[in-house]
């Protein structure tokens, strides 16, 4: 696009082979040409910005999600993390504690997550713990919560003195981002699911939120056999999505089709790599930068997607807060996946280029 220097340039030359003088900069036709200018320059942008949501290769926001519309796809809520609560008393009583469904309890720690119980539940007489599902309040991967740190009773009920969580609550994910609905409504064009093809089975699947992507086995086990793989956000999907998506895949199966639904297997990808940071970057905030991109770039892979340096190191330097760097043959490799795995980053290594020979 014309930038507004140019604009102007081109507008004072005009004037000038037309008018047979220079326009002034501080005079009045001076001024003039430099709001209209302005004002030219201001319609060109929102022309291209116009330009840009009309496809879906560049479309934003609602923009995006209208395009996704049109092909039966919407963009995917945060989703809470879930897990078992346990609520307890040091001494049993000799009559029972009812615990109300909407209990809220928190976190320790900086995030204080506040996670609720989702039915209702007794402490029997002559007991000191029940457990109780629960989940977190509000969605996102930081609701995700560690064993052991869901220790706080914000409405605690009468009677009961403490609670925790013996195992740890997942299954939180973040809202679908721009680029996550792009590369899914892109996906859609490439093959249309006609009821009995693969692409059917792995874009039903991959519209609930808490998966991020699926891929699909025809004949697993023989012939009318049919094995979908789902994955999350670079976790595994909680295992009562996985049989909610089951019962509905037996309701709308091919007749004499045995469908299956699984977790895919996740692998983990030890990434070592040396930077140096751009210009006036410190290396702190590269650091910061590129685990991110990282993070980004395997959230974007889907169940079956192998792992592409050379689209990795791009984005690490479209971050512009890195004037170069490499990774560690020795450790980091190209990863080719099966159709039933979902690569995960883990371990993460950055380190200064040039500190390590």
Not at 116 to 126: M, S
Request: aromatic share 8%; with cysteine.
């Amino acid at each position: 696009m014309e930038s507004y220097d140019a604009i102007l340039e081109r507008m004072n030359n005009t004037f000038s082979e037309l008018a047979g003088f220079h326009a002034d900069d501080a005079s009045d036709l001076g001024i003039r040409l430099k709001v209209l200018a302005g004002e030219i320059y201001s319609l060109l942008h929102g022309a291209e910005w116009l330009k840009n949501q009309m496809f879906p290769q560049t479309a934003q926001q609602e923009y995006l999600e209208m395009h996704a519309a049109q092909r039966g796809i919407s963009r995917k809520d945060a989703v809470p993390s879930a897990g078992m609560l346990t609520f307890g008393r040091s001494v049993p009583l000799p009559y029972e504690v009812p615990i109300p469904k909407g209990t809220v309890c928190a976190a320790s720690g900086e995030s204080c997550f506040r996670f609720v119980t989702e039915e209702d539940a007794v402490l029997a007489a002559g007991e000191r713990i029940v457990q109780v599902a629960a989940a977190a309040q509000e969605g996102g991967r930081v609701s995700n919560a560690a064993a052991g740190t869901i220790t706080f009773l914000l409405t605690p009920p009468a009677g009961i003195e403490t609670v925790t969580n013996p195992q740890a609550f997942s299954g939180g994910a973040d809202a679908e981002t721009d680029e996550e609905l792009r590369k899914r409504l892109l996906k859609s064009y490439e093959v249309v699911p006609n009821g009995t093809n693969a692409e059917f089975y792995r874009s039903y699947v991959v519209q609930y939120d808490g998966i991020q992507s699926a891929s699909v086995l025809p004949r697993a086990d023989g012939i009318g056999t049919v094995t979908v793989y789902a994955a999350g956000k670079g976790a595994a999907p909680p295992k009562d999505l996985l049989v909610q998506i089951q019962a509905e895949l037996n309701r709308l199966r091919e007749i004499n089709v045995a469908v299956t639904v699984q977790a895919a297997e996740l692998v983990a990808v030890p990434l070592s790599l040396y930077i140096e940071p751009a210009q006036g970057c410190t290396f702190s905030a590269a650091t910061e930068q590129v685990l991110q991109e990282i993070q980004r770039y395997f959230d974007l892979l889907s169940v079956g997607e192998s792992v592409i340096l050379v689209h990795l190191g791009k984005r690490i330097l479209d971050t512009g807060m890195v004037r170069n760097y490499r990774f560690d043959g020795g450790l980091t490799k190209d990863k080719k996946m099966d159709i039933s795995q979902l690569a995960v980053a883990d371990p993460v290594y950055v380190q200064l280029m040039g500190s390590v020979v």
